[in-house]
C-alpha cells in the first residue's frame, strides 16, 4: 500500500539529531533491533534524569524532526502516507492502521513514529468509548463518532443483527451526520473504532456488553451454535456445532452441564435443549401441561398432547402419564382441566 520502507524513513529522521534525542526517540518508540518500547521511568534511570525530563526531551526531538532537512526531504512519503489513510477510511483505529498498512511487526513500530511525527495526523487516545485512533479529517471524525454513538443507543441488549443489516443501519446513522454512500469496507473499519459494539464469532453484530457478542465460555457458544441451528439440538450435537463452528473442542458432558446451568436454554426432550427466546418455557411435561390448561381452559387429551409436543419432544404415554397427577382432574364431559 506504501510505496516507501517506513523504516528507511525513520532513520533519515533521527540521523540529524543529538545522539541523546535520537536515542531517547528510538527507545520510546521501539525502533531498536529489539523493537522493545521503553517507560519514561526506565530511560530515566539510565540517564540519572527525571522522567519528566524524559518527556521534554522526546517532545523536543520530535519538534526537532519536523523541522528538519530530511522531513522535508521525504514530504513525499507522508503525503503517500496521507493518502493510505484516505483510502482506508481517513478515520480509522490504531490497530486497523496498523495491521492494514503496515507490512511486519518491526515496520509497525516505524509507522507509529512517522504518524506521531507527521503534521498531517492526529490522534485521539482510548476511551471508555472509542479505541485509540488516526484520522487526517477531523470533521469526519466527529462525525463518525456522532453516528456511532448514537448507533449504540439505538441497540436493544440482546439483540444481534446479521452484518448486511447491520451495514445498512450504521448507514443511516452516519447519513444523518451528512455522511453518504461508503463502501462496506469502510463501515465496518468505522465500526471498529467503537469499543460499545462488536461483533460476534458468527459476524452478528451487537453491544459488546451482550454475552451474545463478547463470547467467555462454552455456554454462549452453545447459544451461538444454537441460534444458527435455529431448532432444537441434543447437548452432543452442541457439542460437535461448537467444534465446527469454532473450532472449539467441548466434551459433550462439560456442554451438558453448561446448558442446565443457564436459563437461556430449555431442556425440551431427552437431552434436547431448545432456546428460551425461540418460546419454550422451563419445567417439567407436568407443569407444561399445566400452563396450557391455566391458558385455555379445560381441553381433551388429544388436544393436551398436541399443544405439549409443541413445546416437549416426549412420547405420548409420558403425556399421558402426567395427566394422572393430582393437580388435574378428568371433568364429567371427559375433558381435564385443573384440580381446585
Known amino acids: 500500500m506504501l510505496s516507501f520502507s517506513p523504516r528507511t524513513v525513520t532513520k533519515v529522521l533521527l540521523s540529524d539529531l543529538p545522539d541523546r534525542s535520537r536515542h531517547i526517540l528510538t527507545d520510546r518508540f521501539g525502533l531498536g533491533t529489539k523493537s522493545e518500547e521503553r517507560t519514561l521511568d526506565a530511560i530515566g534511570k539510565e540517564y540519572g534524569i527525571t522522567r519528566e525530563r524524559i518527556r521534554q526531551i522526546e517532545k523536543h526531538g520530535l519538534s526537532a524532526v519536523r523541522e528538519s532537512s530530511g522531513y522535508k526531504a521525504h514530504a513525499p512519503s507522508f503525503e503517500d502516507l496521507k493518502r493510505a489513510l484516505h483510502a482506508l477510511g481517513a478515520v480509522l483505529s490504531d490497530e486497523t492502521v496498523l495491521s492494514e498498512i503496515a507490512e511486519n511487526a518491526t515496520d509497525r513500530k516505524h509507522l507509529v513514529f512517522l504518524l506521531t511525527v507527521g503534521h498531517q ?95 467467555k465460555n462454552t455456554r454462549d457458544f452453545a447459544y451461538l451454535t444454537l441460534k444458527r441451528h435455529g431448532s432444537p439440538m441434543h447437548f452432543t450435537e452442541v457439542a460437535k456445532g461448537i467444534d465446527e463452528l469454532f473450532q472449539r473442542e467441548t466434551h459433550p458432558a462439560t456442554t451438558h452441564n453448561e446448558l442446565i446451568k443457564d436459563n437461556r436454554f430449555v431442556l425440551v426432550g ?43 419432544y416426549v412420547k405420548d404415554a409420558t403425556i399421558a402419564v402426567n395427566l394422572q397427577s393430582n393437580i388435574f382432574i378428568q371433568l364429567p364431559d371427559g375433558l381435564f382441566g385443573l384440580a381446585k
Not at 271 to 292: F, M, N, S, T
Not at 296 to 309: A, C, H, N, Q, T
Request: hydrophobic share 35%; proline share 4%; charged share 35%.
Open 270 to 312: 431427552r437431552g434436547l435443549y431448545a432456546l428460551k427466546e425461540w418460546g419454550y418455557q422451563p419445567g417439567v411435561v407436568r407443569d407444561v401441561i399445566k400452563r396450557v390448561l391455566e391458558s385455555e381452559g379445560p381441553l381433551s387429551r388429544e388436544d393436551i398432547m398436541e399443544r405439549v409436543k409443541r413445546e416437549r
Open 121 to 215: 495526523f492526529t490522534d485521539r487516545r482510548e476511551d471508555s468509548n472509542y479505541r485509540a485512533r488516526w484520522y487526517v479529517d477531523e470533521q469526519l471524525a466527529d462525525q463518525v463518532e456522532r453516528a456511532l454513538a448514537n448507533l449504540h443507543e439505538s441497540i436493544d441488549l440482546e439483540k444481534l443483527t446479521p452484518e448486511e443489516e447491520f451495514l445498512q443501519i450504521f448507514a443511516e446513522a452516519l447519513k444523518k451526520e451528512g455522511i453518504k454512500n461508503r463502501p462496506n469496507e469502510i463501515l465496518t473499519r468505522w465500526l471498529n473504532i467503537s469499543k460499545r459494539i462488536g461483533r460476534n464469532p458468527l459476524g452478528e453484530w451487537g453491544l459488546t456488553e451482550s454475552p451474545h457478542v463478547r463470547i
